[in-house]
């Protein structure tokens, strides 16, 4: 009867962890759209010729790649954690 609160709890933590993953990466999302948003307005307001346009494109882009690899990365791999977890359940339920 004491491993039945012990899954709760296991699980509960479990879970717990997940939305914290997920929230986080919410907020590195959240977080890399207003920094774009900003740079987009600043740039606005000053005067560029095209070869400037080009360069400030690039880095932008650059910016893109460099921040959003590490926040997929860590999506991927928190989705596959996941599906590895639940695949452990499944075959420790199939087994009792």
Do not use: C, H
């Amino acid at each position: 009867m004491a491993e039945i609160p012990d899954k709760i709890k296991e699980r509960t933590s479990l879970t717990f962890v997940y939305v914290a993953s997920i929230l986080l990466n919410a907020i590195l999302l959240v977080l890399w759209v207003a920094v774009q948003f900003g740079v987009v307005k600043v740039i606005s307001f000053v005067k560029t010729d095209s070869l400037t346009d080009i360069v400030i494109l690039t880095f932008r882009v650059i910016f893109a790649i460099s921040t959003l690899a590490p926040i997929a990365i860590r999506l991927f791999t928190d989705i596959r954690i996941m599906l590895i977890q639940s695949n452990k359940e499944i075959k420790q339920e199939l087994q009792a």
